[in-house]
Structure formats: structure tokens, C-alpha cells
């Protein structure tokens, strides 16, 4: 796992693709690419030249690599006392991903407060992320809805990856961070890196930082949050109870469980789920605790801030600003923490 | 000086003042200049949070059907916000009793994405100028820019940029905007496509959805307090984000907004996978004129043309298609 | 043996460990390399009129292609949209929904309805990529049981020419290897404790 920052090399960007083609000799290679006009998406990657390492971070946190949006969970054939089950596999073919943000390989760590700290592991989860590395790109732009600094993260921050690279113009530089970091880079041809290397991705990394405000105490912020608080419904009001923000977090991992069946088999898969949805909470009988976005705002709100401190020490949000830029009525966290924390809306 | 934005606030006030209305349906800022967020006004004195411009971009008669029987609403609408007023008094989702319009000339919505494409718009600053233009001073220095250059593609091609129902009309009437005449031609663009190929095209954009709703429940058409997606008897489809499934849940989407739809694009713009949603919609408002001669949102007496028919209707002639 | 060795196909875009596999049309070449496929097609026939045709086509043993799975509704009216749009979801080759004549409905003005609707899906989903061809409305009443064996015909033979429509039907748990014995208990999933 992680060790003390073994050093760093330069990877020349004309280097890059040879370096992935490398990588994709022996690994699933996932990486952002832009498929049409659609949004910077993290796909398995068919060639090199598909991945996209520039502009903002992805939309679509990877995440999904880990718990995907449906995931087979057993299979099941025949009836009654003639019915054979099949569980889903649990290994998983080694997988490196590239150019993740360095939120989103912290909110990975949150993930694992809740598959991997338990009493009872997901062993699926635990077979994906053992045998994913990864590789972060440090954030030269802040997206807009960006706000990690505040929540103790940074957008050259070093947890929970493998690599670091850094963008100086014509070339990466590399921090190695863990054992299998350096194994990644071991059969590429990449010089030392050197002090004005080091140096250049010191600047950038402080220009990138200088770019966000520190909007709140984000680690105090659980003890204010109030259950009768009039921010609630100041914000939930126009909320439309849609999945966007949650299905974007990079650390939101609710799910539902259904079974699809037919006449002599089916199958049980999980899929994503969302206290947004009016239906989270309704009970068989009807009633539902959650009733209006009032409650369903203040859920989320507490949980990531309060409830997940609470129970594993650690924020449910690593301030990527996806929620942010998602919500159809500009919902800000951001917003909703200054006014809990009692600063200036 | 924003006439508008402050005969909106003058409005509001008064209607507030006189005991008209309990609640103004309005916009006001949002968490970035570039962003305005559905305001909730209930006092003459918080009328001051209103604003206008081209960032008001919400559907704000989503909240309607929720407003029901809470005592007489004014909302601030625009062309398409007032047909989609109309669509819910035609369909009883709110008595038109309980409903002011407040209209307002529209000129477009700016696309945000365009605004800065390659930039992150973060400590953008925005200023709008007397004639009409904005000028954007972001990290990489300051421009001057063009709102008709940024507009939204469902505004380029808006028909009814002036409000066709409203009790109340504010702002000086504003010309047609220039590509009203090119309604339907994204549709013409993919019906030229081969069968086939127009499978592939619609089988790549819902591949992504991730079934979020984001879609559903920006549009003031989709009011049901169950949707189909979430019966489980009958079970219509799956939870799971399968490209089959998601075919189906726009492609029911659609068909349960046909002859209901005004085009607002909220749809398209709140989807955080830009799938081009109003493509659908607007294909089947195309089929609905053609067929009924009928335009969603005109008439708060019409009887929506699926609801009713004519026994001159045509026949289906034999053979599909 | 492994959850892949299934053809299941509820998760085109996944594999069984969650990596996302690209799926075009997998049962489509296997389908139109055998020779043997046959179009399946869907009839809504309404009670009083279509499926009353269907009954005398029998009974005259008339010769229709078997092709048709019917489903037989009280009224063309009552056929919802959705059943349509699902049928090529779950991956049918066809669909025919037929009524009674306008003017004959039992119900007085279902098929009205189903009149405006009806073409309304079929341009829908014509414009997402499913043939015309594969849709066919009509009208047929309960004494003319030549014309439902024409119609029949008719989108059958359509529908061929077309081919398979082919989507794999999402809850599709294919044939298991016959040489697995069934168990009798079920097995934990996970380890108890």
C-alpha cells in the first residue's frame, strides 16, 4: 500500500501513449474519454489516443468502475427444491485507472468506510478495489462547483492514489506514492524528476489551491447542524427530488435490490438509489418519514456532514462540486454549509 | 437598467401588497452570477429578491401542481412557462382561478456551456450592459459578449418567445427570435438517417442515462404521483441503467408528453449526461401539428387531442408507417 | 463455473464484475445465422372484433403463419402505448394491434382512441430506429376471418423481410448446460456470523 513519497519521475507527453500501451498489455486501462458529445466519461479504454487528460474533471465520478450503476449479484434457474443459484463472481481482472482527481480518489476511501469497514465485507466491492491502482492527475483548473479545500482535501492532494501526475506543458511530472505506483512506471523510460520540475508542480499545484476560497470549518460543521433549522427549507423548497446530485457524488452509494424474474429463472441485482427519490423511504404501508424535500435535503446534508463523522471519523464529501453544477435549481452545498455554519448566505 | 427586472419586482409587490396573491412564483440569484434559482416570494417586502435576465432559465410551472389549493399564485413566465400554465389548467393540475401570469417578452436563455467552453467559469464575474450584451470577466481576462450568441438551441427556435396566455404582461414586446421558423429541423436532421442508424444513434445517447429523473422532473408535464417507472404491478421496467431500459423510459417519456409538451428544453438542458431529450418530444409535437393541427399550451379550454377524437380521423390505411 | 458462463443479458453494459463491455446486437448474428429464426410477432386483437375474426379463422381452418403470439384485450382502445414500446424491448419482431371497424366498436369509441394513438407509436418509435414495417394497425371485424389471416400474412412476411428486431429481452436467462444437476438446498451466499 502506501508508503512515504518514494520520489517522482517526468513522463514525457510524447511518451504518454506508449506508456498506456504499455499498461494496456496487461491491465484493463480505464480512463476519461469523450464519447461524441457526450460529457468526459471514465471507460475501459480500447486504445491509447482515446483518453482525454485535459479540461475538467469528468462528470461521472469512477465510481461506477466500483459500485456500478447495476450490478449482477446471483442468478438463480428453476423452482422450488429444484433451483440452482449462482452467486456473482468476485474476482476481478487487474485494472488501472487514469487521470483520476485527487477527490475522487479520496471519496473512494469513504467507500470503503462503508463496504470494506463493516463487519461483513462487500465482497464484490473488496475484489474491484484490490485490484484497481490509480493514477491521479492534479486539477490545474478548478471546475466552478469546486470547493475540496474546504473540506480538507486539495486538488493536488495525494490520498488514496498510486501516481500523481502533474501537468507542466510538454511533460507529467510523476510522484510515485505507493510500491505499485513505481511498479507502473517501472518499464517506461522516464528521467528523474528535478528540482524546477518539482518546483513547476509546486507552483501549480498552489496556483490551482489559490483559485479556491476556503468557504467554511467543514470539520465543525456536524455539531451545527440542527434538525429544525429554517436552512432546510430555504433550499429544499425548489429541490425536484431528482438523482442528479447523488448519482454524480463520487461517495453517495445507496442501493435498492430487485430480483427480475420470469418463468423459470431470473436474476438479483443491486442498482443506484437516492434518498432524493420521494419513494426512498415510503413503507409498505404507505408512510413515508421523509415526506417532502425539506427532510430529504436535510438527510443528505446531515448525513455526509454529521451522521458519516459520527460513525467513521470522516466526511461523506470530498468537495468535488459535481452536486453543484448538476442541480437543475442550483442547489449549493456550499451554500447551505455557510448558512449552517452562521456566515453570509 | 433592467426595466424589466424591476416592473417584475413592481408587480410582485403590488400583487402581494393588495392581497392578490399569496405566493410569487419568480427567479432570483443563484450561488453564481451565472445562475438564477427559483424564488419563493411570499411577502410585498421580499420582492426585492426577484430578478430578470437572461439566466432565468427554470420552468417555474413545475411547482404548480404542488401548489394546489394554497391559496392564488402569480408566476413569472415566460412563453413557455405560460403554455406549460395553460397545459396544467387544461389537464386540472391548478384551477386557472388560482393562477396569475405574469408574463414576460423573452429573448433567450444563455447556454451556460457556452459561456466559457474551455474555461471553468469559476470567479467568473458577469455584467450585464445597457444594450443588451454581457460582459464576463473570468481568470483568462474580460470579454464582451452577445447574448443572441450564447443562446440556449431550444430558444433559437422558440415560436412563442411571447407569453400567449398572461393575465399581466411586462416588458416591451420583443421580436420573433430568428430561427422560429427552424422549429423542427433537428427532427428533419435524424429522420434522414437510415432506420438503422437512427437505432444506433438513440441506442448510444440513452446508454449513459443514469436514470437520475432529472429529466422527468424539471417538466411540468410530469406530474404523476407515480410514474410508471415506479410501479411494480404491472412492472413496466427495470430500476437497472440497462440501454434497453432507459430505450424504453424515454421512449414512454415521450409518447406520455405527446400533444403535452411546449418545448421548454428544460428536459435537455438538467441532464448532467446530455442526452438530447427534446429531440424526442419534438419529433411527436411535429406528428401532433401535422395530424391534429394542435399546439400544446395555447388555449386553457382545448381538450388535449389525445383525450378526444374526430370520427373523421384518418385511417390507419393498411400498412405501418 | 461462472456467472459469465450465463448468457444473461440484464447487464448488456457490464460483464459479471462490473467492467463495461460494448454490446451491439448479440443474438442478432446468431439468430440470422441459423437459417430456422422466425419472426415473433405480437397481437393485440380486441375481444368483440379482431380476436372473434381470429376464432372463425380457426374454426374455417383457414392457413395463417403461426408467427403470432395473441394477446387478446377487450377493446383496441385499451391497448396501451407502453405494451407496444415494451414488446420491442423485451425484443419481439413485431407487433400488430387490430380493431374493430370505426363505428363498430362494442365499447362505442375505443377504437377512436386507438386511432389517434396507435400511429402516434408507430412514428415514435419509427423515428427511434424500429421499422415501419414492424407495426402494423388495422382494423378487423368478427366475420372477417380471410382478412386476419391476410393481415397476419401480411406483417409476417413484412416482418421477415426486415429481419430480426433481435434487442435481447432484458430478463432472458438462457438455457442452463444440462449437465449441472439441480441442487435441492440452496446455498448461503455469504457465511453466516
Known amino acids: 500500500m502506501r508508503q512515504d513519497d518514494l520520489g517522482a519521475v517526468i513522463l514525457k507527453k510524447t511518451d504518454l501513449a506508449s506508456w498506456v500501451r504499455g499498461l494496456l498489455g496487461s491491465y484493463r486501462v480505464v480512463a476519461p474519454v469523450r464519447e ?56 476481478e481482472s ?20 462503508v463496504f470494506l469497514g463493516r463487519k461483513d465485507t462487500d465482497t464484490l466491492y473488496e475484489g474491484r478495489r484490490k485490484a484497481t491502482r490509480l493514477v491521479g492527475l492534479a486539477c490545474a483548473t478548478p471546475s466552478w462547483g469546486c470547493f475540496c479545500t474546504s473540506v480538507g482535501g486539495s486538488p493536488a492532494g495525494t490520498e488514496g492514489l498510486d501516481l500523481l501526475l502533474t501537468d507542466l506543458g510538454d511533460r507529467y511530472h510523476v510522484s510515485l506514492l505507493s510500491d505499485a505506483g513505481r511498479a507502473l512506471m517501472a518499464d517506461t523510460a522516464c528521467e528523474p524528476s528535478t528540482e524546477s520540475d518539482a518546483a513547476a508542480a509546486q507552483a501549480q499545484h498552489a496556483a490551482a489551491i489559490d483559485r479556491m476560497r476556503v468557504l467554511f470549518e467543514a470539520e465543525a460543521i456536524g455539531e451545527k447542524v440542527e434538525w429544525d433549522a429554517p436552512v432546510w427549507m430555504r433550499h429544499a423548497r425548489r429541490c425536484l427530488a431528482c438523482g442528479a446530485c447523488s448519482f454524480l457524488c463520487p461517495t453517495c452509494h445507496c442501493f435498492d435490490i430487485q430480483d427480475e424474474v ?84 | 437598467m433592467n426595466k424589466v427586472e424591476t416592473a417584475i419586482r413592481e408587480t410582485a409587490a403590488r400583487l402581494l401588497g393588495e392581497g392578490r396573491v399569496a405566493l410569487v412564483l419568480g427567479y432570483e440569484a443563484g450561488s453564481v452570477p451565472f445562475r438564477t434559482v427559483p424564488a419563493f ?85 458577469i455584467a450585464a450592459e445597457a444594450d443588451g450584451r454581457l460582459t464576463v470577466e473570468s481568470g483568462d481576462g474580460r470579454r464582451t459578449v452577445a447574448v443572441g450568441d450564447l443562446l440556449q438551441a431550444r430558444c433559437r427556435v422558440c415560436e412563442y418567445n411571447t407569453p400567449p396566455v398572461a393575465d399581466e404582461i411586462v416588458g416591451d414586446a420583443v421580436p420573433p427570435m430568428p430561427e422560429a421558423a427552424g422549429a423542427f ?73 405527446a400533444g403535452r409538451c411546449v418545448e421548454c428544453g428544460e428536459c435537455e438542458r438538467v441532464c448532467p449526461m446530455d442526452i438530447p431529450v427534446s429531440k424526442l418530444n419534438r419529433m411527436l409535437d411535429r ?22 377524437f374526430r370520427p373523421e380521423d384518418q385511417d390507419p390505411g393498411g400498412h405501418g408507417g | 463455473m461462472d456467472i459469465g458462463d450465463w448468457d444473461l443479458v440484464i447487464c448488456p453494459e457490464f460483464g459479471p464484475t462490473g467492467e463495461a463491455v460494448s454490446q451491439t446486437h448479440p443474438t442478432i448474428s446468431a439468430k440470422v445465422a441459423q437459417t430456422t429464426w422466425e419472426p415473433v410477432i405480437v397481437a393485440f386483437l380486441c375481444n368483440w372484433c379482431s380476436y372473434a375474426g381470429a376464432d372463425l379463422a380457426g374454426s374455417s381452418r383457414l392457413s395463417y403463419p403461426a408467427n ?9 382502445g385499451r391497448v396501451n402505448p407502453m405494451f407496444v414500446i415494451q414488446c420491442f424491448k423485451r425484443g419481439f419482431d413485431g407487433v400488430l394491434i387490430a380493431g374493430c371497424h370505426p363505428g363498430d366498436c362494442h365499447y362505442a369509441k375505443g377504437n377512436y382512441y386507438a386511432r389517434r394513438r396507435m400511429p402516434l407509436v408507430q412514428e415514435l418509435l419509427g423515428y427511434l430506429g424500429v421499422e415501419p414495417g414492424r407495426i402494423r394497425f388495422d382494423w378487423v371485424s368478427a366475420s372477417e376471418s380471410g382478412r386476419f389471416a391476410e393481415v397476419v400474412s401480411e406483417v409476417t412476411e413484412a416482418v421477415r423481410k426486415l429481419g430480426p428486431y433481435g434487442r435481447p429481452s432484458p430478463i432472458a436467462v438462457a438455457m442452463l448446460p444440462t449437465d449441472i ?13
Request: charged content about 25%.
Open chain 2, 287 to 308: 406528428e401532433i401539428r401535422e395530424r391534429f393541427g394542435y399546439v400544446a399550451g395555447l388555449d386553457p379550454e382545448a381538450v388535449p387531442p389525445l383525450g378526444t
Open chain 2, 41 to 125: 416570494v411570499e411577502r410585498a417586502a421580499d420582492a426585492e429578491r426577484l430578478v430578470w435576465g437572461p439566466f432565468c432559465t427554470n420552468n417555474l410551472a413545475v411547482y404548480l401542481p404542488k401548489l394546489r389549493g394554497a391559496g392564488r399564485v402569480a408566476i413569472v413566465a415566460k412563453g413557455c412557462d405560460a403554455r406549460s400554465t395553460v397545459g396544467l389548467i387544461q389537464e386540472h393540475q391548478i384551477p386557472r382561478e388560482q393562477v396569475v401570469i405574469v408574463g414576460v417578452h423573452c429573448s433567450g436563455m444563455v447556454d451556460v456551456d457556452r459561456l466559457l467552453p474551455d474555461g471553468s467559469l469559476a470567479g467568473v464575474a
Open chain 1, 262 to 345: 420470469t418463468a423459470d429463472g431470473g436474476l438479483r441485482f443491486r442498482c443506484w438509489d437516492t434518498c432524493q427519490f420521494g419513494e426512498f423511504t415510503r413503507m409498505a404501508a404507505g408512510h413515508n418519514p421523509r415526506p417532502s424535500q425539506v427532510e430529504r435535503l436535510r438527510q443528505r446534508v446531515s448525513h455526509k456532514f454529521k451522521y458519516l463523522v459520527e460513525e467513521f471519523g470522516r466526511m461523506g464529501c470530498t468537495g468535488c462540486g459535481r452536486c453543484v453544477e448538476a442541480c437543475p435549481v442550483n442547489i449549493d452545498i456550499r451554500s447551505v454549509l455557510t448558512e449552517i455554519e452562521g456566515g453570509e448566505r
Open chain 3, 68 to 76: 403470432v403470439r395473441v394477446v387478446r384485450v377487450p377493446c383496441s
Open chain 3, 181 to 193: 444437476a439441480p441442487v435441492t438446498e440452496i446455498e448461503p451466499v455469504h457465511e453466516q456470523g
Open chain 1, 94 to 113: 487487474g485494472t488501472v485507472i487514469l487521470g483520476v482527481r485527487p477527490c475522487d480518489a479520496r471519496a473512494l476511501g469513504r467507500l470503503d468506510d
Open chain 2, 185 to 257: 429541423a433537428v427532427v428533419a436532421d435524424l429522420a434522414r438517417l437510415s432506420a438503422a442508424e437512427r437505432q444506433a444513434f438513440w441506442r448510444a445517447q440513452v446508454e449513459r442515462c443514469l436514470r437520475c429523473y432529472a429529466c422527468r422532473e424539471a417538466c411540468p408535464a410530469c406530474y404523476c404521483r407515480t410514474c410508471f417507472v415506479d410501479k411494480a404491478a404491472p412492472r413496466w421496467l427495470s430500476k437497472a441503467s440497462t440501454t434497453d431500459d432507459n430505450w424504453m423510459f424515454h421512449a414512454v417519456r415521450a409518447f406520455h408528453l
Open chain 1, 36 to 91: 461524441g458529445d457526450a460529457p468526459l466519461r471514465y471507460r475501459p479504454l480500447a486504445v491509447a489516443e482515446a483518453m482525454v487528460l485535459d479540461g475538467r474533471r469528468p462528470l461521472r465520478a469512477p465510481k461506477e468502475h466500483f459500485i456500478p450503476q447495476v450490478e449482477p449479484l446471483l442468478a438463480f434457474r428453476g423452482s422450488g427444491k429444484a433451483l440452482t443459484v449462482q452467486p456473482a463472481a468476485t474476482g
